[in-house]
C-alpha cells in the first residue's frame, strides 16, 4: 500500500542522547516535512526540503537536522535531546510544495525526560 | 514571521447546526489555503482547499471561504454530525514553498 511510514512510533529516551526519527514515503513525492504537534500549538514545521538534496528551515528548526539524500527518506536527527522536545512529530509529503496536498504519516510520540 | 492565527480554539455545536471556524494570515503572497481534520489518536488529513484565483469552494457539506483583500478565510460545516467532531487545521501557504498551520479548533458535536 503506497503511503509513509515512520518509525518509532513512540519512543522515551533521556535527555542529551541523540536520536533519529525515519520517514520514508513510496509515492515518489517531491517535497516532504517534518512537524511537531503540541497542545495548543497546532502543527509546528520544523524542516521541509522541496526536493531531494535541497532542505530548508521552517518555524522551529533548533535543535533538529535533516537530510536528503533521495527522494523517499527524510530523516530527523536530535543531536542532543531536551525535554522541551517532548512532542509528537509527524512527517508529511506532497507532489507539489506547498501547493497541494499533504500526506502524513502515523506520528512519532517521543518523550524526552 | 509568517504566521496563521486560528479561532476558536474550541467550538459546541448542536448536532444539524453550522459550524464556522476562521483563521488569518499575515503573508500577502500566500496563495493555498488548506483546511485539515485531525480525529482522536490519527494523523491530519485533508477535507477542502481553495486556491487564491477562487473566493468559495464547496463539497457537500463542507465550504471554504477566502478574503484575500482582508486576508482571511474561514471553514463553513452545515448540518453538523457527531462523526464530525475532531480538531480542525487551517494553513496557509508561505513564501511559495512551505505550508503553516493555525493553532486548531476543538470541534465538538453534541447529540
Known amino acids: 500500500i503506497a503511503g509513509i511510514t515512520q518509525a518509532p512510533t513512540s519512543q522515551i529516551l533521556a535527555a542529551g542522547r541523540r536520536m533519529t526519527l525515519r520517514c520514508t514515503q513510496d509515492m515518489r513525492h517531491n517535497a516532504m516535512y517534518w512537524y511537531r504537534q503540541d497542545l495548543g500549538l497546532g502543527l509546528r514545521l520544523i524542516h521541509y526540503?522541496?526536493?531531494?538534496?535541497?532542505?530548508g528551515k521552517g518555524e522551529v528548526p533548533d535543535g533538529y537536522s535533516v537530510s536528503r539524500a533521495n527522494t523517499d527518506d527524510f530523516p530527523l536527527t536530535l543531536a542532543s535531546a531536551v525535554p522541551s522536545q517532548t512532542s509528537v512529530y509527524f512527517c508529511?509529503?506532497?507532489?507539489?510544495?506547498?501547493?497541494?496536498?499533504?500526506?502524513f504519516g502515523e506520528g512519532s510520540r517521543l518523550t524526552v525526560l | 514571521g509568517e504566521n496563521v492565527e486560528q479561532h476558536p480554539s474550541t467550538l459546541s455545536v448542536q448536532e444539524g447546526d453550522s459550524a464556522v471556524i476562521k483563521c488569518t494570515y499575515s503573508d500577502s503572497a500566500s496563495n493555498y489555503f488548506p483546511w485539515y481534520k485531525q480525529e482522536l489518536g490519527k494523523r491530519p488529513q485533508l477535507i477542502i482547499d481553495?486556491?487564491?484565483?477562487?473566493g468559495e469552494k464547496k463539497d457537500q457539506r463542507i465550504a471554504v471561504t477566502l478574503n484575500k483583500t482582508a486576508k482571511h478565510f474561514s471553514l463553513h460545516i452545515t448540518e453538523t454530525q457527531p462523526e464530525d467532531s475532531a480538531v480542525y487545521f487551517c494553513?496557509?501557504?508561505?513564501?511559495?514553498?512551505?505550508?503553516?498551520f493555525g493553532a486548531g479548533t476543538i470541534l465538538r458535536v453534541k447529540s
Open positions: 508529511a509529503s506532497s507532489d507539489s510544495p506547498a501547493a497541494g496536498e499533504l500526506f
Open positions: 494553513a496557509a501557504s508561505i513564501r511559495g514553498n512551505k505550508l503553516v
Open positions: 481553495i486556491r487564491s484565483n477562487v
Open positions: 526540503s522541496n526536493t531531494a538534496g535541497t532542505t
